[in-house]
């Protein structure tokens, strides 16, 4: 069955970066929509940003200036994370929907198990 994995979490300073990745764990044919979540415990989770498969993009205000979402043509992503607060702190989703897994085979949305960035001196 095909997931999503997850890379790039952890530690880093206020007013540091990371980069979040995530790819499906083996090849699929197409996936329109790929984006970005987070949860804080105790909270919903929370969009965060999305590419499709035309180029549009889209943050949360909260990011806007300081996150850029980027997607190759294998189907992955990435989010590259800057100016960092202790606000960003949190268990960060990666998201894939409309997913063709061949060109008959089709999920609604698939998601990653969830890495953690922890914004914090």
């Known amino acids: 069955q095909v997931r999503l994995i997850e890379s790039g979490g952890g530690w880093v300073q206020p007013g540091g970066s990371l980069t979040l990745s995530c790819a499906p764990s083996?090849?699929?044919?197409?996936?329109?929509?790929m984006g970005w979540y987070r949860q804080v415990p105790g909270k919903e989770r929370e969009w965060v940003a999305t590419v499709s498969r035309n180029g549009r993009i889209d943050y949360i205000d909260a990011v806007k200036g300081r996150f850029t979402i980027s997607r190759d043509n294998k189907n992955s992503v990435s989010l590259q994370m800057n100016f960092l607060t202790p606000e960003d702190t949190a268990t960060y989703f990666c998201?894939?929907?409309?997913?063709?897994?061949?060109?008959?085979?089709?999920?609604?949305?698939?998601w990653g198990q969830g890495i953690l960035v922890n914004v914090s001196s």
């Open positions: 998201s894939a929907k409309r997913v063709s897994i061949t060109q008959t085979y089709r999920k609604l949305e698939l």
């Open positions: 083996e090849s699929v044919y197409r996936i329109d929509v």
